[in-house]
């Protein structure tokens, strides 16, 4: 409408239309005579948005008339920042960018919605060294121009070197956004600010600030209201800063780490070493920096294959220095940052590479350190500012690979072998000594921890004992293997003794044989008849249970016996003959079942000694059931509930809900048998119950399935579906023999 007039022109052309002083244009706006003069002889910027409505309004402008006033303010504007050599320069995006796209989603999302309360947008970015900050903003940034039609400016902050003054980086972004220097020489640093913030406020500009230091150094950067929107990229969270929204990054999936590696090598030269190429992403960390060195390494050497690079990773002392392609080396990276900590904080990264799991709490730093738990909390939550630790869920943190290298690399170089070697001993001390507390809470014998144990996590209750047991179990049962290569044989011994009752709660862990033959070959060690004979039984039942292994564990329940013999010790004779059973009826064989669980029962009841009675019981009656003596098995199981029923029962709490739950399930299983299904029907859902309420999970599966056939034959189908459909919902906390059953049954009942 107005053609390639400057603003100045066409304000100064509606005034004098409207037959208008500048008096009376600044009455009727509300802005300055002085601003309205400057404006018409161009000796000011282009006003704000909400300066030229208000110009609009007092000129009695139509809305037509009005929107080209604002279309011609935003034509006045630079559309570009000016690539000025070490100031502001436009965005650039990396052409094999890859992945990452739900996090650019959400910048997309930023950029398309309207202000609330008229609020801008800001993003901070953060995460460790290397995980692709700078990359994924100059990506969004590049993506989204052209929605951002006043301009898109970057402006490197090198908070980790040598970083820029606000002040300076206030001054390169009004000279971008068109101040001039005459103006920019009126202003102090605070009216500089409120300059840039009524500038980003009034126009749709997208900003990156990149690597920024801290909170200070971009506090008087980001606007306050309006249309722009704000991307800072920080190895800190910058949590000091209030009403912005937080993206934060970490390492890449696999298989976009893949994809990049892919993206580099070229496809051909990828796909023909595939597997090579995924583990090179594994031994990067799926950290983008690393990536990216790996694959311009590679692609240097053409003549190399990428197994070749896997070796030079594989080795975890030369793991950093080989990832260093030019002069970009990824240890470098997280040197800058490591510069920055204080003393207290670069020492607990030091220490922290000890740590063998894959994540910690902060009572792992109170162990290394010698300090409380909230001190060292204090401590790693440094770490966390600064990038090198990430708070992965509530209360835990995780050390990336390739930083807890780099830990175990300062240690070395930075702390004395003794106090290495200190620190090392008081975590592992710490973790087996917490994991014998937590599991005796399931003895019969210890049940709570004494009033004068005092440790550095919770353990009032059975429930967090379990908790910890299992969240821990990496960093417990890399500490025991420690253990036992330091021939540290009583401290293993204890700790797996304490796992007893514990063990059955968790079946499916899958290191229950490792445990019990490390204490066995402990207990051999010490020459001790009792250990070695409890640590065969237990490595008979995890044998049995855990790895279908039933030949081997009737053979380590004899070697049990013979020790136990030896030991001259009841309790323990009886248990070697409990497990020796239990593998000869995942054999199949009855008689040989019948034969080992009797002695047991005969033992027991000879010895007077009824610890494991009424599993010995349990196991007699299921011989006697398999060789068509249900009758019997039903009053043999009878006397079993009513021994643990009786007040004076010498077995109780834990162990005693174990067996009860146990043998509720043999009646269920007797009556079955029987063809008295309701009765069966009746003592399976009972032992479901009493299951669930213990926590034995594979054991629910084996009772709903058992529950599902009596449920049939009753003709209950609905009930019989629904309680096959528990089962299947257990997943992997079952058994995979059961769920299979269970699915094969639920597909013979006609639909629903």
Not at 51 to 76: N, P, Q, S
Not at 246 to 263: I, N, T
Not at 367 to 376: C, I, N, Q, R
Not at 711 to 724: F, N, P, S
Request: include cysteine; glycine fraction near 8%; proline fraction near 4%.
């Amino acid at each position: 409408m107005y053609g390639k007039k400057s603003f100045g022109a066409v304000l100064r052309g509606l005034r004098q239309r409207g037959r208008l002083t500048m008096e009376e244009l600044a009455e009727a706006s509300g802005v300055s005579v002085r601003a309205i003069g400057d404006m018409e002889r161009g000796r000011s910027l282009v006003p704000q948005r909400r300066t030229v409505v208000a110009l609009a309004e007092g000129l009695g402008l139509t809305d037509e008339e009005r929107e080209a006033l604002l279309a011609t303010a935003r034509a006045a504007r630079p559309t570009r920042a000016v690539a000025v050599t070490g100031t502001v320069v436009p965005p650039r995006s990396v052409g094999d960018f890859t992945g990452r796209e739900p996090e650019l989603a959400l910048l997309r999302e930023a950029a398309e919605r309207t202000p609330a309360g008229g609020e801008a947008s800001v993003w901070v970015v953060s995460g460790p060294p290397g995980c692709g900050k700078t990359t994924l903003a100059l990506k969004a940034a590049a993506d989204l121009a052209e929605k951002f039609p006043d301009g898109c400016f970057v402006v490197d902050l090198h908070g980790v070197d040598g970083p820029v003054d606000t002040d300076e980086a206030l001054l390169k972004l009004l000279k971008a956004l068109g101040v001039s220097d005459r103006r920019l020489a009126q202003e102090d640093q605070q009216g500089r600010a409120g300059l840039l913030r009524a500038l980003l406020g009034d126009r749709r500009c997208l900003v990156v600030l990149d690597n920024a230091r801290d909170e200070g150094q971009v506090r008087a950067l980001l606007p306050a209201g309006g249309w722009s929107l704000v991307l800072v990229t920080s190895r800190r969270p910058l949590t000091g800063l209030e009403d912005v929204d937080r993206l934060p990054l970490s390492e890449m999936a696999q298989d976009e780490a893949v994809d990049l590696l892919r993206r580099i090598l070229g496809e051909e030269r990828a796909d023909a070493e595939a597997g090579a190429v995924a583990r090179v992403a594994e031994l990067c960390g799926r950290l983008p920096l690393a990536l990216r060195v790996a694959a311009n390494w590679l692609t240097v050497r053409s003549g190399w294959t990428v197994d070749h690079l896997v070796r030079r990773l594989a080795d975890e002392e030369r793991r950093l220095g080989a990832l260093a392609a030019g002069d970009v080396r990824v240890e470098a990276a997280f040197e800058l940052s490591y510069r920055q900590l204080t003393g207290q904080a670069a020492r607990m990264l030091r220490l922290l590479s000890l740590v063998p799991g894959p994540d910690m709490t902060a009572a792992y730093g109170a162990a290394l350190t010698a300090t409380d738990v909230f001190e060292a909390e204090d401590v790693m939550e440094e770490l966390v500012e600064a990038g090198l630790l990430q708070a992965a869920f509530t209360g835990r943190y995780q050390l990336h690979d390739l930083l807890r290298l780099f830990g175990r690399d300062r240690l070395s170089r930075e702390e004395e072998p003794g106090e290495r070697q200190a620190a090392d001993d008081r975590l592992r001390t710490w973790l087996l000594e917490t994991a014998v507390v937590a599991g005796r809470w399931y003895k019969p014998e210890y049940g709570a921890p004494p009033p004068s144990w005092q440790g550095l996590v919770p353990l009032e209750s059975a429930e967090e004992a379990r908790a910890w047991l299992q969240s821990e179990a990496p960093s417990w049962l890399a500490a025991l293997r420690g253990a036992a290569d330091r021939g540290e044989h009583t401290q293993v011994v204890e700790t797996a003794y304490a796992m007893e009752w514990f063990c059955d709660l968790w079946v499916h862990w899958g290191h229950w044989p490792e445990v019990f033959r490390l204490a066995a070959e402990a207990a051999t060690e010490l020459d001790d008849p009792y250990m070695r004979a409890f640590h065969l039984s237990c490595l008979s039942w995890a044998l049995n249970s855990c790895e279908q292994r039933y030949g081997e564990a009737v053979e380590q329940a004899d070697e049990a016996l013979r020790h136990a013999r030896r030991a001259q010790d009841v309790h323990q004779q009886v248990s070697a003959l409990v497990h020796a059973a239990s593998g000869y009826r995942q054999l199949g064989d009855a008689h040989r079942l019948a034969d080992r669980s009797l002695a047991a029962v005969e033992l027991s009841e000879a010895a007077g000694h009824y610890a494991v009675w009424p599993q010995a019981m349990r196991l007699y009656g299921g011989a006697l059931r398999s060789l068509g003596r249900a009758e019997e098995a039903v009053a043999l199981h009878r006397r079993v509930i009513a021994f643990l029923d009786a007040p004076d029962c010498p077995v109780s709490g834990h162990v005693a809900g174990i067996f009860r739950a146990h043998t509720t399930q043999a009646l269920g299983l007797d009556y079955a048998e029987l063809g008295r299904w309701r009765e069966a029907a009746d003592h399976l859902r009972s032992a479901q119950v009493q299951s669930n309420r213990i926590g034995i999970v594979h054991r629910e599966a084996e009772q709903l399935l058992h529950l599902g056939e009596a449920l049939i034959e009753l003709g209950e189908t609905e009930e019989a579906r629904y309680v096959l459909r528990q089962a299947l919902a257990l997943g992997d906390a079952a058994d995979d023999k059961e769920l299979k059953a269970a699915r094969r049954l639920l597909d013979t009942l006609s639909p629903e």
